[in-house]
Structures are given as C-alpha cells and as structure tokens.
C-alpha cells in the first residue's frame, strides 16, 4: 500500500478523534454529558488495551503460548476484587481534589511535597519505555502496510525515521487536546469520549481480523485449531502450563491486577474522570467482558500466522495486520492498522497528560513558584505558566519515549517492554493500600519503601536491558554488581529459574512491603499526616462534611486569600468562589482576618490546580500556621463527626414531622 494512503489514514482518523472530543465538550456546554454512563466509563477503562493487547499479545503466544492470558485474568480478577478500594479511592480523590496518583499519595502522607516528587520520578522512569512501546508499534504497523520494511537505523539519520515524524504529530495532537484546562482535577470530557471511540474501534478492527483469519483463511476453529494441534511445532505450544510455570502465571497475574489500578492513565480514567461512583458497579462486568472479547481471536491469528509464516519472515508481532495483507485485503488491512494506531494513540494520549500533569505540579511549579524573580500577574497570570509547563512537558516525554525507542527498545519485543513498566507502578500498591486502610502507614514508611522497589526495579529490569542495548557491561549479569555473586540481576542472593519479569516484580514488591510496613511502626506522625490518616481511612464517614470544620490554625488575611487565588483563577473566579463558599458556611468576609475554613477551601481549590504538596507550599507562604498537637486533630475530626451525626438525625426529623398527618 502506497505511504500517502497510510499517511492520510492516520491523520483522518486524528481528525476524527478531535471531532469526536469536540462534538462532546459542545454537548457538554448545552448541559448534556456524553461521559456521564457506565459504558462510557467502561469502555475508558480499555485503555488499558494498548499496541500491547493489538500486537504483541498474538506475538507473545506465538512464543508462550496461552501465557498471554496471564495479563488479561489480572485484571479480570481485579474488576471484581479490587471494587471496594477503587470505590474508595474515587471518594477521596473528590473530597480532596486529587488529580493524579503522585498526588494521591503526597496528600495521604501529609501533603509532603518529597513523596510526591519521588512518585512522579518513578512514574516518568517506569512509563517512558510503556509510551516507547507504542511509538514502536506505530512505526512497524506502517512498514507493514507499506511493504517498506525498512531497517531501524537507531538514531541515525533520525530525520529519516518515520517514528521521529510520529513523535511530532502526536506531540502537537496531545497539546491541543489536552492542554486546555488548567484545572487538572476537572473533567476532560473530550479526551474521555474520544477514549471510548478509540476503544471501540480498536476492538471492532481486531475482531474483523480475527474472522478473517478464521473464516476467510481457514474453515472455522475447529479447522485451525486441528491444523495447530497437527503440527510439532505448535502442538506444545498451545497446552496450559507447558510453556510457563505456574509461578508465572501468578506473578504476571498480580503485576497486571496492580498495573490496571496504579498506570497513570488508568488512574486517569478510572479515578480523576469517573462523573459517578455508581459506574463502578457496570464496569465492573463490562470491561472484563470487553478484555474476554479483545482476546477471542489472539491464539487463531498466532497459530495462523505461525502456519502461514511458517519461514519466520514475519515478525509475530505484526500478524494481526501481515495476514490480511498477505491475502491482498487492503482495505481490511488498512482498517486494522486504524485500529492498531487507536490502541497506541489513545494510551499515549492519557499517559502523556497525566505525567505532564504530574510533572508539572510536583516538579517544575514548585522551583518555578520559589524562584525570586518569579512575579505572575495577579489576574489569573499563572495561568498561561502552567499550561506552557505542561506543553512542554508533553514535548519532552515523547522526546524520551522516542530515544528510548531508538536506544533500547529496538532491542526487544513489544510485550516484554510493557511488563517492565508494569513492575514500576505496582511499587505504589503498598502505600496507597496500605494508606487507604491502615491509619499507622507513615510518610516515612512509605517513601523509604517507594524508594527501596524503585533501586531493585531499576537494578533487576532496566539494568539488564542497558546491557542488552549495549550501553553498559554485561560484566554485572556475569559477574554480579561490583563482583558480588548474590547480586546479579537476574539472581538476586542466588535465586535462579525465574522468569525475569517475575523475579523482579517478587524481590521489588516483597521489600517495599517489608520496608513499608517495618518504618511505618517506628516512624512518629505528625498532625497533618495524622489528620490525613483519619480522612482516608473513614472517608465514608468524613466525606459528609460540609466544610463547616478545619484543622488549620494560625493567622491569615483575607486579601492575601484573595490575591492567592485570584493569581491561578482570576479575579472574578476567584472572588465568586470565596463569596459562595462563605456563604453556604455563615462565614463573613467583613473581617480582615480570614476563618481557618477559607485557608483550608483555598488550599483545596489550589490542589485541583497544581496539585496538593504544591498548594500546601503556596498557602504556606502567605499564613503563619501555628503547628496543631495530634490530640487537637483528633478531637476536630470527633466534633466534625458529632456535627455530620447531628445534622443527619436532622434531617431525618424534618422528613418524619413532614409525614405526620395534620390535625
């Protein structure tokens, strides 16, 4: 197929996507929300079925057999099992105007500001070769189409490389898209829409080509299945537990049930988008049900194309698209390659906005925001900052992923790549879990833990394949790190016979846990992370505040407040938001002196913005907080309960007298 037509496909479909994000935030203007269903909701959640699920499962069966099913169970268990934490993490993400899972954590342990830069470093580190992955795919799915099976050159004549092209459109595709609030914690109606489509056109051309596979290839099932089971070579390939031991099976089942809660991206769309805790229930059988469907027709391509391709002159990862075109299906052929290009752009569309996001508000704004010559205009000037932040955030992280392409991931198979990202983001499971309903998890505890997975991933995944790329010695896989047998990467204290991916997942994650749980029993909390601990743990029962209760305490001024605010939202916003919060709580806004309830509602509404380590840091500088006693804390939260309980019963009287028949 002629480039142009690949080309003008790709682009079309962009346009399409804008389209489908346009039509939705006009439709949101007029009062009606596209996003707000279950099976919008649901189908956002498939973005956890990337270039990864569109090639390399059939890829990886081609060489493991059924393994790939491992990925895929992980997340099906976790729909079902993981209902209560999601539910519980969606509250609090609402009630504290958490707009990212580095904010999440930082806000659960304090507010403190080192966590959530220590999490964002992860997260850039761990999903970079996740977002590598996907460029990858783009540019082999175009080679395929084209017949030009052109040789990677690496970073050589890069302005040759199609992939470097790639990176430009998408970067310049994801600042239009999703750099136009600057309010993080806000709904993206377009980008969750346009996330919905793609997942269904992913879907549909995956299923169109596993029929023709089937049907127009072969005689059905039973007619593949019966040609595989005849071959030597593939016979063994398809029995459970022939390929993969079962401590495979297991710890990839794991990693994926931790991945499908803790990726950037499906945070994004699981928590920061969700419009109503209640589409929780229908995602809960919907996406599993979408992931059973995706993968019908991944083991009839891999043992057609292993048939068909017998030579091995195609790369498994492509056969989804190599078959139709192989039988001069064109157009079937370039309807799949729209669906493999959807499956990549919608992953790096999420993931690229949620670690700009991140970066912005953890990393940059804070060194920004302290800089002495820093001095925005009052009026809503920081704006513009935040947004040109994000931008080139954007930019820089396709510039990673696309160096990380050309450096390392040529190197390996599509599959392979996204696991390592998957062991990197499991590191935050025992903080935010433990977080979530242990009240002893202490900041300590939690950083030292991050910290402690972080060192044995990078040691474990991404030293290795350094050493495959040729960067640094193979000296350390022989040898160990600096001559120490017990210290090799792929046998740490001399455990062999493991696969890589689990190894590295089983000492990162056993040692995060340990760590975790062994300095949160000795660390000494203060009155935020104490009041924090309260606030995640019983969210049910504090999410009923009002905002009539505040553990701050010190002096602020109202016209600092003011000034604060009106600096990230204007002057209008601004005032408009402290005159309706004041309000509804009695407050006056006659007096100087501003009630602790508006520094903790400006710190809240600053937490949407740029994050709450950040925000805490903002307010900090213009209040004198007086530090609280941990028994202070304890008792506001009793009175803030004893207050929720009371207006409860309340209301509940106001109901009855209503009822009560008139004389």
Same mark, same amino acid.
């Given at each position: 197929?002629?480039?142009?037509?690949?080309?003008?496909?790709?682009?079309?479909?962009?346009?399409?996507?804008?389209?489908?994000?346009?039509?939705?935030?006009?439709?949101?203007?007029?009062?009606?929300?596209?996003?707000?269903?279950?099976?919008?909701?649901?189908?956002?959640?498939?973005?956890?079925?990337?270039?990864?699920?569109?090639?390399?499962?059939?890829?990886?069966?081609?060489?493991?057999?059924?393994?790939?099913?491992?990925?895929?169970?992980?997340?099906?268990?976790?729909?079902?099992?993981?209902?209560?934490?999601?539910?519980?993490?969606?509250?609090?993400?609402?009630?504290?105007?958490?707009?990212?899972?580095?904010?999440?954590?930082?806000?659960?342990?304090?507010?403190?500001?080192?966590?959530?830069?220590?999490?964002?470093?992860?997260?850039?580190?761990?999903?970079?070769?996740?977002?590598?992955?996907?460029?990858?795919?783009?540019?082999?799915?175009?080679?395929?189409?084209?017949?030009?099976?052109?040789?990677?050159?690496?970073?050589?004549?890069?302005?040759?490389?199609?992939?470097?092209?790639?990176?430009?459109?998408?970067?310049?595709?994801?600042?239009?898209?999703?750099?136009?609030?600057?309010?993080?914690?806000?709904?993206?109606?377009?980008?969750?829409?346009?996330?919905?489509?793609?997942?269904?056109?992913?879907?549909?051309?995956?299923?169109?080509?596993?029929?023709?596979?089937?049907?127009?290839?072969?005689?059905?099932?039973?007619?593949?299945?019966?040609?595989?089971?005849?071959?030597?070579?593939?016979?063994?390939?398809?029995?459970?537990?022939?390929?993969?031991?079962?401590?495979?099976?297991?710890?990839?089942?794991?990693?994926?049930?931790?991945?499908?809660?803790?990726?950037?991206?499906?945070?994004?769309?699981?928590?920061?988008?969700?419009?109503?805790?209640?589409?929780?229930?229908?995602?809960?059988?919907?996406?599993?049900?979408?992931?059973?469907?995706?993968?019908?027709?991944?083991?009839?391509?891999?043992?057609?194309?292993?048939?068909?391709?017998?030579?091995?002159?195609?790369?498994?990862?492509?056969?989804?698209?190599?078959?139709?075109?192989?039988?001069?299906?064109?157009?079937?052929?370039?309807?799949?390659?729209?669906?493999?290009?959807?499956?990549?752009?919608?992953?790096?569309?999420?993931?690229?906005?949620?670690?700009?996001?991140?970066? $912005? #508000?953890? /990393?940059?704004?804070?060194? =920004?925001?302290?800089?002495?010559?820093? +001095? *925005?205009?009052?009026?809503? !000037? &920081?704006?513009?900052?935040?947004?040109?932040?994000?931008?080139?955030?954007?930019?820089?992280?396709?510039?990673?992923?696309?160096?990380?392409?050309?450096?390392?991931?040529?190197?390996?198979?599509?599959?392979?790549?996204?696991?390592?990202?998957?062991?990197?983001?499991?590191?935050?499971?025992?903080?935010?879990?433990?977080?979530?309903?242990?009240?002893?998890?202490?900041?300590?505890?939690?950083?030292?833990?991050?910290?402690?997975?972080?060192?044995?991933?990078?040691?474990?995944?991404?030293?290795?394949?350094?050493?495959?790329?040729?960067?640094? $010695? #193979?000296? /350390?896989?022989?040898?160990? =790190?600096?001559?120490?047998?017990?210290? +090799? *990467?792929?046998?740490?204290? !001399? &455990?062999?016979?493991?696969?890589?991916?689990?190894?590295?997942?089983?000492?990162?994650?056993?040692?995060?846990?340990?760590?975790?749980?062994?300095?949160?029993?000795?660390?000494?909390?203060?009155?935020?992370?104490?009041?924090?601990?309260?606030?995640?743990?019983?969210?049910?029962?504090?999410?009923?505040?009002?905002?009539?209760?505040?553990?701050?305490?010190?002096?602020?001024?109202?016209?600092?407040?003011?000034?604060?605010?009106?600096?990230?939202?204007?002057?209008?916003?601004?005032?408009?938001?402290?005159?309706?919060?004041?309000?509804?709580?009695?407050?006056?806004?006659?007096?100087?002196?501003?009630?602790?309830?508006?520094?903790?509602?400006?710190?809240?509404?600053?937490?949407?913005?740029?994050?709450?380590?950040?925000?805490?840091?903002?307010?900090?500088?213009?209040?004198?907080?007086?530090?609280?006693?941990?028994?202070?804390?304890?008792?506001?939260?009793?009175?803030?309960?004893?207050?929720?309980?009371?207006?409860?019963?309340?209301?509940?009287?106001?109901?009855?007298?209503?009822?009560?028949?008139?004389?």
């Amino acid at each position: 197929m002629n480039n142009v037509v690949a080309i003008i496909g790709a682009l079309f479909y962009l346009g399409l996507l804008f389209g489908v994000a346009y039509y939705a935030e006009l439709r949101l203007k007029k009062g009606k929300s596209i996003i707000n269903s279950g099976y919008v909701y649901a189908l956002s959640l498939a973005v956890y079925c990337t270039a990864w699920t569109y090639y390399g499962s059939v890829g990886r069966a081609s060489t493991n057999g059924l393994e790939f099913l491992a990925i895929y169970l992980g997340p099906t268990i976790a729909a079902a099992l993981f209902l209560p934490v999601l539910h519980k993490i969606i509250r609090i993400a609402k009630t504290q105007r958490i707009n990212s899972i580095a904010d999440l954590i930082s806000t659960r342990y304090g507010k403190n500001f080192s966590i959530a830069v220590a999490v964002t470093v992860l997260c850039v580190a761990g999903i970079i070769p996740y977002i590598s992955l996907q460029l990858k795919a783009i540019s082999n799915s175009i080679h395929v189409l084209t017949g030009n099976l052109q040789k990677d050159t690496g970073l050589i004549n890069f302005w040759l490389d199609d992939t470097f092209y790639i990176t430009i459109i998408l970067s310049l595709f994801i600042i239009l898209f999703g750099t136009r609030s600057v309010d993080a914690s806000e709904k993206h109606e377009g980008l969750v829409a346009a996330v919905a489509f793609e997942s269904l056109i992913k879907l549909i051309a995956f299923i169109a080509a596993g029929i023709f596979v089937v049907y127009g290839i072969f005689n059905g099932f039973g007619d593949i299945f019966s040609r595989a089971t005849a071959n030597n070579s593939l016979k063994d390939l398809f029995t459970f537990g022939n390929k993969t031991s079962f401590a495979t099976w297991f710890g990839l089942m794991i990693i994926s049930m931790l991945a499908v809660v803790f990726l950037p991206r499906q945070f994004q769309v699981s928590i920061v988008e969700n419009v109503q805790e209640k589409h929780l229930k229908k995602a809960s059988w919907l996406f599993p049900l979408y992931l059973l469907l995706i993968n019908i027709f991944v083991l009839p391509i891999a043992m057609g194309g292993k048939l068909i391709f017998a030579d091995g002159s195609v790369d498994a990862d492509t056969f989804v698209l190599a078959l139709p075109l192989h039988y001069n299906q064109n157009w079937l052929g370039l309807f799949v390659f729209i669906g493999g290009f959807s499956a990549a752009t919608s992953m790096i569309i999420v993931e690229t906005i949620a670690l700009s996001t991140m970066m $912005s #508000n953890n /990393i940059v704004m804070p060194a =920004l925001l302290s800089a002495k010559n820093f +001095k *925005p205009n009052a009026d809503g !000037g &920081i704006t513009k900052s935040i947004i040109t932040i994000r931008r080139i955030s954007i930019v820089l992280i396709l510039v990673l992923a696309y160096l990380y392409d050309k450096t390392v991931a040529r190197h390996f198979s599509l599959v392979s790549i996204g696991l390592v990202s998957f062991v990197a983001v499991a590191q935050f499971a025992p903080a935010v879990i433990g977080g979530i309903y242990w009240k002893g998890a202490s900041k300590n505890g939690a950083m030292i833990a991050i910290c402690t997975g972080f060192v044995i991933w990078f040691f474990t995944l991404v030293v290795p394949s350094l050493v495959s790329a040729g960067i640094i $010695s #193979n000296d /350390i896989m022989i040898n160990g =790190l600096f001559g120490v047998w017990w210290l +090799k *990467p792929f046998s740490v204290l !001399g &455990i062999e016979g493991m696969d890589s991916i689990v190894h590295a997942a089983f000492w990162s994650l056993f040692l995060n846990i340990v760590v975790f749980i062994s300095v949160s029993l000795y660390s000494k909390k203060n009155a935020q992370e104490t009041f924090q601990a309260e606030i995640f743990v019983d969210i049910f029962k504090h999410s009923a505040n009002d905002g009539s209760s505040s553990i701050w305490k010190g002096t602020a001024y109202l016209p600092d407040l003011n000034s604060l605010l009106e600096t990230f939202l204007g002057k209008e916003r601004a005032q408009k938001l402290i005159a309706n919060y004041a309000g509804r709580n009695k407050i006056s806004l006659d007096t100087k002196r501003a009630d602790p309830r508006l520094v903790t509602f400006s710190e809240n509404i600053l937490a949407g913005i740029i994050g709450s380590a950040s925000a805490r840091i903002m307010v900090s500088s213009v209040t004198k907080e007086e530090e609280l006693k941990i028994d202070e804390v304890l008792n506001i939260l009793r009175e803030s309960q004893q207050m929720i309980e009371l207006n409860k019963e309340l209301r509940k009287n106001r109901v009855s007298c209503k009822k009560l028949p008139m004389n």
